[in-house]
């Protein structure tokens, strides 16, 4: 017998992770299991989970997203279920959207996903969604699919691509999974229209003006582009060749639209970069905070200066250990 689950990543948002578990409970044909992975949360979260009687759920500390969805769906596969329903606490199911997907399914080897739609609006397409701009009722778009929110994976696909890498921790960590699905694997994938997730609007616009101090984001988006490279082109050289296009092409951003701070925001890209290439994917989002308010503040040449000496040592100094951040387990 087929069995359901829906799995909803959360942190710190324990407001909208109720909105998005009673969309949940309401839905027209009910998933067999709801779990939730609380990702470090330090809010009202905890307690309010420990009073649901139909939740499964799992503490850990905050490792973003990628680290989220890895336990979630590695629960999942170790507890036998057939069709994993993933979602983030920031959206919410529509009350048939289950309903629709399932009935739309022609094969476990393909990926699903419900039409992403803005929740303030609800009519267009939180993410680029080839040409529709504003939602067009059709039965499905085909080579479409934004993943976990609101996407369905039979558990023969991650048996056959494995886990999310939670690594990633933010920013990449469902893009790579993606790629890893449809580019190593061939498997394809589809977006039911039928079946509507609501989510808050998704942006990275770096046309305008951003700030060091609070991005910790930014850093994960830079130095896991390289992981996602890597997995889209099987050639290394291609994927190092990609990858410093996409940093060129960030930094001629920074010169372009950026107004204030544009060398210490050149010289704080150059950090996640320089983990990317040295193969570095330890830093916890809390040192990355830390870091952002301890270094990037008057000379930019101290975090360029550090950036060029870790990548030297871990190339071709392996046997000095550098120490540069605190052990998380």
Same mark, same amino acid.
């Given at each position: ?102 009935? &739309?399914?022609? +094969?476990?080897?393909? *990926? =699903? ?6 929740? %303030?609006?609800? !009519? ?86 951003? &700030?060091?101090? +609070?991005?910790?984001? *930014? =850093? ?6 390289? %992981?996602?490279? !890597? ?99």
């Amino acid at each position: 017998m087929e069995k359901v689950i829906a799995i909803v990543v959360s942190h710190n948002r324990h407001q909208s992770l109720a909105a998005c578990i009673n969309a949940i409970r309401s839905q027209t044909y009910q998933p067999d299991a709801i779990l939730v992975v609380n990702n470090g949360s330090a809010d009202y979260t905890s307690v309010w989970l420990d009073n649901q009687s139909d939740i499964i759920h799992l503490y850990q500390e905050n490792i973003g997203s990628a680290g989220g969805y890895h336990s979630g769906i590695a629960w999942a596969i170790k507890n036998k279920f057939t069709w994993i329903w993933c979602m983030d606490d920031e959206g919410y199911p529509k009350s048939d959207a289950l309903e629709m997907m399932l009935s &739309n399914t022609e +094969s476990g080897m393909t *990926l =699903y996903n419900s039409a992403l739609l803005d929740k %303030a609006d609800k !009519k267009s397409f939180v993410r680029e969604t080839k040409q529709y701009k504003i939602f067009e009722e059709a039965n499905v778009i085909e080579g479409v699919s934004h993943s976990f929110n609101g996407t369905l994976i039979h558990h023969s696909i991650v048996e056959k691509v494995g886990l999310p890498n939670n690594k990633l921790f933010n920013e990449g960590g469902e893009i790579e999974y993606f790629f890893r699905i449809t580019k190593r694997f061939n498997i394809p994938l589809k977006t039911i229209n039928s079946s509507i997730h609501y989510h808050k609007k998704i942006s990275l616009d770096f046309s305008k003006e951003w &700030n060091i101090k +609070s991005s910790v984001d *930014l =850093y994960y988006f830079i130095r896991n582009r390289h %992981a996602i490279l !890597k997995t889209i082109h099987s050639n290394k050289l291609v994927a190092l060749s990609a990858y410093i296009y996409f940093m060129m092409s960030f930094i001629q951003k920074i010169f372009y639209y950026q107004q204030q701070q544009k060398a210490l925001k050149i010289s704080f890209v150059l950090w996640p970069m320089m983990d990317a290439l040295s193969n570095n994917y330890a830093a916890h989002p809390d040192f990355v905070a830390k870091q952002i308010n301890h270094q990037y503040q008057d000379s930019f040449l101290t975090p360029i200066v550090k950036s060029f000496r870790n990548l030297f040592y871990s190339l071709f100094v392996p046997s000095i250990k550098q120490v540069s951040m605190p052990s998380y387990s």
